[in-house]
């Protein structure tokens, strides 16, 4: 049974940095990309960054390119996220690329992650 436990996140003022962790389990994991999303309330879940299994490839969105930086140790990801912006203000989720090629699509990721809040002060 695949588990992705999420942790980090909280209030910060903008300009401030936090940082996520997800940490992955189980069957089936190896080999699999790893994304991060966001959502705000009463909108969808938009891609935010993604890194290949052996880490040796990123992509991120235009929204946070220059600030945030996804990485990884082992089966643990991590987004390290700088020069916070009050928009930023979302629930973030990890989870597994399961399914076709593309980092945003959202329809190709299954396992996710409980989701963490991050609330950006102005």
């Known amino acids: 049974q695949v588990q992705l436990v999420q942790s980090g996140g909280g209030l910060v003022q903008a300009g401030g940095s936090l940082t996520l962790s997800c940490a992955a389990s189980?069957?089936?994991?190896?080999?699999?990309?790893m994304g991060w999303f966001r959502q705000a309330p009463g909108k969808e879940r938009d891609f935010v960054a993604g890194i290949t299994w052996r880490g040796d490839n990123t992509n991120y969105a235009d929204s946070v390119k220059g600030r945030f930086t996804i990485s990884r140790d082992s089966n643990t990801v991590y987004l390290q996220m700088n020069s916070l912006e009050p928009e930023d203000t979302a629930t973030y989720y990890c989870?597994?690329?399961?399914?076709?090629?593309?980092?945003?699509?959202?329809?190709?990721?299954?396992?996710w992650g409980q989701g963490t809040q991050v609330t950006v002060s102005s």
């Open positions: 989870a597994l690329l399961m399914y076709g090629s593309s980092w945003s699509n959202i329809r190709g990721y299954e396992h």
């Open positions: 189980g069957r089936g994991i190896s080999g699999h990309p």
